[in-house]
């Protein structure tokens, strides 16, 4: 039979059934998307947990650090003038935020490392919490909550997390990785509310989970000795530390290295104390210039109270007598 325009009806084409093959092909397909998919996700979460972590901190930094000028101060004595710490922190501000704040950490050779340090109830609470207790892998750089929150422990352990990103104790590994770190500088800081401290670096290695690294002292003694021995022969570096002795104070800053069964350290000895100091500016309202007279206010007591530390107090009552003396002597001119 022919159609109207002289051409022959087409035959319908029978469907290819699908194979076994087909079917198989189709849903590993559709796996490949999904995990695609889900690798994605997964890849932005992580991107979005590390940004927040790092702005969370780069805020907490641009709250509470002031630097200071390395061109208008001695980098050391060996400058000829008095050693100075290179920032002062505002723990006033920092407790505003986060009650369970000892420290501010800061390595010279890695200025990365620049983080606040808190002691907690137990080491479980700062693991994945961040200093303004936000969830965050990043966690808080912390002390061992069996230490004193002072660092005044023969050995005070301090733990942060190695960030693939770099950022908390991530960079830590430098000092073995490439001998240019520790010559760059072999010190360390310790910032508290009452004292600054300058640390020596005297080892770096990997060691076990549960080394005698990890070891917890009620006091010095021949134990501790032992111990000062034992942790400058770990060492993976070379160091100029000497004099070692059982009146140390040791820092045991401690990170994670991939393995669950080792973790990797670096350890300094306190070689420097420096009492702060508190600039005048940091003691906002306290002091009002009127010409030749200081006038004190009333605010002073409320300060007192805020920061509720006794060396600030001291600090504060000293710098009134010397308002009262100053006053006294001008009257006494007039």
């Known amino acids: 039979m022919c159609c109207g325009n002289g051409g022959r ?9 699908k194979t076994a093959g087909d079917v198989v092909l189709t849903v590993v397909l559709i796996a490949a998307i999904c995990v695609f998919c889900y690798a994605g996700y997964n890849l932005f979460h992580i991107y979005t947990e590390y940004k927040k972590g790092t702005d969370e901190y780069n805020s907490i930094t641009q709250m509470a650090v002031t630097e200071r000028d390395p061109d208008g101060e001695a980098a050391g004595p060996e400058a000829g003038s008095e050693l100075k710490a290179p920032m002062d922190i505002d723990f006033a501000s ?58 005044s422990d023969c050995n005070t352990i301090v733990y942060g997390h190695n960030m693939k990103n770099g950022s908390m104790f991530a960079q830590l590994k430098k000092f073995t990785q490439d001998e240019e770190t520790y010559k760059k500088s072999k010190y360390f800081w310790i910032f508290t509310p009452e004292k600054n401290y300058r640390y020596e670096i005297i080892s770096a290695y990997t060691t076990g989970v549960n080394s005698d690294t990890y070891t917890l002292f009620k006091g010095p003694g021949e134990e501790f000795e032992k111990y000062l021995e034992k942790i400058r022969g770990y060492s993976e570096i070379r160091t100029d530390a000497e004099g070692m002795n059982i009146k140390d104070k040791i820092i045991t800053l401690s990170t994670c290295t991939g393995n669950e069964a080792t973790r990797y350290v670096v350890q300094g000895k306190r070689v420097d104390t420096f009492k702060i100091i508190l600039p005048q500016h940091t003691i906002k309202g306290l002091f009002i210039k009127f010409g030749d007279f200081v006038v004190v206010e009333q605010i002073a007591v ?28 001008f009257s006494a001119t007039t």
């Open 9 to 17: 009806m087409s035959e319908k084409q029978p469907k290819k059934k």
């Open 302 to 329: 409320l300060i007192t109270h805020i920061l509720d530390k006794q060396s600030y107090r001291q600090i504060i009552h000293d710098r009134l007598q010397e308002c009262f003396q100053t006053q006294d002597s």
């Open 94 to 151: 920092l407790k505003s935020v986060n009650d369970d704040v000892v420290g501010w950490i800061y390595v010279e050779a890695v200025p990365d490392i620049n983080y606040p340090i808190v002691h907690g109830k137990d080491n479980e609470t700062y693991l994945h919490r961040t200093y303004e207790k936000n969830y965050n892998f990043a966690g808080t750089i912390f002390v061992d909550y069996e230490n004193k929150g002072d660092f």
